[in-house]
């Protein structure tokens, strides 16, 4: 299947560290996304990479994308506690979000 | 804006009992997604309309899910009758327009099936 699978699935950290997480997937894609999802609430999409880019940064995000190894990378810098929550690599196969394949999740904890 | 509305946040039902999730997407987005977690699984996709019509119905589970929008607004998933594996949290997600490539999610639907 097209599943992406995160990893580490549970990270606990110092805030004021890095976290750094991973994404491996099966196929071809048009692009990779990262979603957060605090408890209790909705998905929120982070940041989108495109098959053909390798690197994405946004504020404190950054991504890197391997397609030669189907993998990806978020890394949080100087994470704060707020920054604890479930992310989540997605996987479009398409241009157009018809149909995301999620992984399972990596549960961050950020300890103050 | 409002963002995409879910109800009921939290449902508790027997086996047997059927159950109705409500997904009020964002105010004209054509593009309507059902989703669901199995706990600890990756979450995983049931459906997609494109307005009033099923565009992709390749993930629903089997025949005792519905899933309904008529009128192309709001959304409506039915199981019927429910079972234990039905247990997960449901989310809907819209989108703007086919081929937009972000989706904006709901807080989900919580379903327990004791």
């Known amino acids: 299947s097209q599943q992406g699978e995160e990893d580490p699935q549970a990270l606990s950290i110092q805030e004021g560290e890095n976290a750094t997480m991973n994404c491996s997937y099966k196929?071809?894609?048009?692009?990779l996304q990262w979603y957060r999802q605090n408890s209790g609430r909705g998905l929120v999409h982070l940041i989108l990479?495109?098959?053909?880019?390798r690197e994405k940064h946004s504020g404190r995000l950054r991504v890197t994308l391997d397609t030669s190894k189907k993998s990806s990378s978020l890394l949080i810098t100087a994470s704060r506690a707020a920054d604890t929550a479930s992310y989540f690599c997605?996987?479009?196969?398409?241009?157009?979000?018809?149909?995301?394949?999620f992984g399972t999740g990596t549960r961050l904890t950020v300890i103050p | 804006e409002a963002g995409v509305t879910q109800f009921p946040s939290h449902s508790v039902i027997e086996k047997g009992q059927t159950v109705t999730l409500r997904c009020d997407p964002i105010?004209?987005?054509?593009?309507l997604y059902w989703y669901r977690r199995v706990m600890g699984k990756e979450i995983k996709f049931l459906l997609h309309?494109?307005?009033?019509?099923?565009?992709?119905e390749s993930g629903m589970p089997n025949n005792r899910f519905l899933a309904e929008r008529t009128g192309g607004t709001y959304s409506t998933l039915k199981v019927q009758p429910a079972e234990l594996e039905d247990s997960g949290v449901y989310f809907c997600?819209?989108?703007?327009?086919?081929?937009?490539?972000?989706?904006?999610f709901g807080a989900g639907s919580r379903l327990t099936v004791l």
């Open positions: 309309f494109v307005k009033e019509s099923k565009q992709d």
């Open positions: 196929t071809s894609i048009n692009n």
């Open positions: 105010s004209g987005h054509d593009n």
């Open positions: 997605a996987t479009a196969v398409l241009t157009g979000a018809n149909n995301l394949f």
């Open positions: 997600a819209s989108s703007p327009y086919y081929g937009a490539n972000v989706l904006t």
């Open positions: 990479i495109r098959s053909n880019e």
